[in-house]
């Protein structure tokens, strides 16, 4: 470490230091909360160089800025059910970091969601936000409502009551919150209806991710997925290999999966596999994508229900079997923590070239250390899923000046935004003294436009 940039002994000695003081300073004040934990020491281990080398980031405090939320808001959401029962569940938004641009991140319903998971999210979103290059803060949010069984009428007044809260602490310049996990275009627009009633104004830009009828943008549906294929196409053109021919295994069937699957079979592969939260099923002749828009999308129904019309296909419960199938390249699109090391183990002995990261933080660190080490290809999350905030960001562009763009011309800006990711990515992982090494060329890339950035502005 350090080789390339000419550092000496005790500046690196200094960097290390103050790393793992601001690390312990983080689980200190953040008792028990291991996804939160597990984000920033995978970050900040990586930024040793660039702190080494820059001590006016250490001068200024920007790792304990960077790690402690600006504001952390957590609410109460009651709704009545279908029987008239009270429920209350928990509701949360975590503004971590304006140097950039106003607060900007998805919203999960699941019923994990608690502080650990909505900060490990926001300060993930802090650094990915900042590598698409557009003009976005960092937050995420979301409730551990369990959308699951539940009738449209009570995800209506669920919803509503959620953004009753929110409404307060959001705005176009101030946080515009969008989907995540179990928060597609039904629950956005139920949420835009909701506080426009409550604003009294028709403010297009305070949600990305709306219908196309009423301000959303083309290409927002597909961008996460799409950005990620076109992420892996880039890494892997630089290898000198391509989608063409490939079987690529995809977990989840959700809104990242569907279009990561859509964009890679055009590219030529072949989808072996996806799951749901229940199992996976698993065609080596090819998945018909249709037909799992048509469940997941359409029917909101489980993912076995594919053998009903391909009864050719195989159905397994349970998740992580899914890793044990052989591919070539494994998408990782459903949830955190989806492949450990013993999954990435089996990867690696099924000879998989190249795993690009659709879901946040879906490998464990000893997983992503083992693909390094085995030289598979790896495309970590923060720059691979970047497309879906960056059109959320051509969406608000799109708000802002009141036009539309067509399909053709998001999706170009998309693909440009994509490239240039991996491009900075690839430098700075290369400038840095980690070639190859794409995770730790993310986390440089990112910080270091917010680190200037915060410099810049200065604390009172
Ligand atoms: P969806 O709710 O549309 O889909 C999630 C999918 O993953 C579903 O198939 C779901 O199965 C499955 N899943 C969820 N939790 C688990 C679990 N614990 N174990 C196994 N499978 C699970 O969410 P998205 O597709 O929007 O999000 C997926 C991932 O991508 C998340 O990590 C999210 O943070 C990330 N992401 C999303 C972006 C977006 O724009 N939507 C942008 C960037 C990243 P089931 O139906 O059974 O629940
Ligand atoms: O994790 C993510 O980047 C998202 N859920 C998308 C956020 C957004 O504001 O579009």
């Not at 690390?23 to 930024?47: C, D, I, M, R, Y």
């Not at 952390?72 to 209350?88: E, R």
């Not at 937050?139 to 007044?157: A, H, N, Q, V, Y």
């Not at 749901?276 to 065609?283: A, V």
């Amino acid at each position: 470490m350090g080789v390339a940039l000419g550092l000496k002994k005790d500046e690196l000695k200094n960097a290390k230091e103050y790393v793992n003081e601001v690390l312990a300073l983080v689980k200190k004040k953040n008792p028990g909360e291991t996804e939160f934990h597990q984000a920033v020491e995978e970050v900040l281990h990586s930024l040793i160089p660039i702190i080494a080398k820059h001590p006016v980031y250490m001068d200024n405090g920007i790792l304990e800025r960077l790690t402690e939320p600006e504001r952390l808001i957590t609410f109460s959401v009651p709704w009545v059910d279908d029987n008239g029962k009270t429920h209350v569940n928990r509701g949360f938004r975590v503004q971590f970091n304006s140097a950039l641009g106003p607060y900007k991140g998805g919203l999960r319903f699941h019923p994990s969601v608690n502080a650990s998971i909505v900060k490990f999210l926001g300060f993930e979103q802090i650094l990915k936000n900042s590598l698409t290059g557009q003009p976005l803060g960092a937050g995420k949010g979301g409730s551990d409502f369990d959308p699951k069984g539940k009738s449209d009428g009570e995800i209506m007044r669920f919803t509503q009551s959620f953004a009753t809260e929110l409404n307060k602490h959001i705005g176009p310049d101030i946080d515009i919150p969008a989907g995540d996990t179990g928060v597609g275009a039904r629950e956005i627009g139920f949420m835009f209806g909701q506080m426009k009633r409550l604003r009294g104004a028709y403010e297009a830009g305070i949600l990305t991710g709306k219908g196309l009828e009423y301000g959303g943008s083309l290409v927002r549906k597909e961008a996460t997925g799409y950005g990620t294929v076109y992420f892996l196409n880039e890494m892997l053109k630089d290898a000198g290999l391509s989608l063409n021919g490939k079987r690529v295994t995809v977990s989840g069937s959700g809104n990242v999966s569907i279009y990561a699957m859509e964009k890679a079979a055009e590219s030529g592969a072949t989808i072996v596999a996806c799951s749901d939260s229940d199992g996976y099923i698993y065609d080596p002749s090819g998945i018909e994508i249709a037909t799992v828009k048509r469940i997941k999308e359409e029917e909101g129904k489980r993912i076995s229900e594919y053998l009903k019309t391909h009864p050719g296909a195989e159905y397994h419960s349970g998740c992580s079997g899914i890793w044990s199938l052989p591919c070539d390249i494994a998408l990782p699109c459903a949830t955190q923590n989806e492949i450990d090391e013993n999954d990435a183990q089996m990867l690696v002995k099924n000879h998989v070239l190249a795993v690009a990261e659709g879901a946040n933080m879906p490998s464990t660190k000893a997983a992503k250390d083992l693909f390094v080490k085995n030289n598979v290809l790896f495309a970590p999350a923060k720059a691979a899923n970047a497309g879906g905030v960056a059109v959320s960001s051509l969406e608000m562009a799109q708000n802002s000046m009141r036009l539309r763009w067509t399909f053709e011309e998001v999706d170009q800006h998309l693909q440009k935004i994509m490239k240039n990711i991996y491009q900075e990515t690839k430098k700075a992982s290369e400038e840095y003294g980690y070639p190859g090494d794409l995770s730790v060329g993310a986390n440089l890339a990112g910080f270091k436009r917010v680190a200037d950035a915060l410099v810049s502005q200065g604390v009172v």
